[in-house]
């Protein structure tokens, strides 16, 4: 079966192997890999549509508080558009973003830094483009926080975005970083994207333009499928 998928371009993505980054001693292959064609149902739906957003899905300010009260934190709207390499919008596609919390814990029984939960936020939301492919969310700042890399690594303050297609086999995935956040360079992950426009453009611009007086700053972060302009994606299925 031809999937019409572009072929991967590993040159603009980091290596699987980077030691810096310690996961991926084991997790990067150890044997060269092998092509497959995709299975119909990895082309076909389920596909999201508005219908299945609910009101608050996109406000996590609000989507798991209490009546009456809200998440803690600096809070913030995200928002920009879903393109393809021509700058066309991409139309109707779920976007969804998962993060950390205003101390950089997240709510994952995992999660053990000291930082405490936030008993209103939990840290989740999704939406979808509209006809122009745009998007936005409400939210608050998600704080640093550290990470057993080395003996000292913190991540920078992020948000995580998947981006859906039509089919299963079309979810992107990457994350966004907020425009002066000092960690961003010194971050072992983020060394490991060789093109330094290439992170440039994972970095969310301040927005005063759309922000809300006495309520809340804006941050523009838009997601470009393919072309020279491309977002990195970390599970990139096909190229840029």
């Not at 205003?102 to 994952?108: D, F, K, L, N, T």
């Amino acid at each position: 079966m031809k999937s019409g998928y572009y072929p991967r371009d590993l040159n603009m993505h980091p290596p699987a192997y980077t030691p810096g980054y310690r996961t991926s001693i084991l997790r990067s292959p150890q044997k060269a890999p092998i092509g497959f064609d995709g299975s119909p149902t990895e082309f076909t739906g389920p596909t999201f549509g508005h219908s299945l957003i609910g009101e608050l899905d996109n406000n996590l300010i609000l989507n798991f508080a209490q009546a009456g009260e809200s998440a803690i934190g600096e809070r913030i709207m995200v928002h920009g558009y879903v393109l393809d390499e021509e700058a066309r919008p991409i139309r109707n596609t779920l976007v969804e973003f998962w993060q950390a919390n205003a101390g950089g814990r997240y709510r994952h029984k995992k999660d053990t830094y000291l930082a405490p939960l936030d008993p209103n936020f939990g840290g989740c939301g999704r939406t979808m483009t509209d006809e122009s492919g745009y998007f936005h969310f409400f939210t608050i700042r998600p704080a640093a926080y550290p990470w057993p890399n080395g003996k000292n690594d913190w991540r920078p303050a992020h948000i995580h975005f998947s981006v859906f297609g039509t089919a299963f086999a079309q979810r992107l995935i990457t994350q966004m970083y907020f425009e002066g956040d000092p960690n961003i360079a010194l971050c072992p992950i983020v060394k490991t994207i060789p093109d330094a426009d290439a992170i440039d453009r994972l970095i969310a611009r301040l927005d005063m333009h759309n922000s809300r007086p006495h309520d809340m700053r804006a941050y523009r972060f838009d997601i470009v499928l393919r072309g020279k302009r491309s977002t990195v994606f970390e599970n990139r299925k096909e190229g840029n």
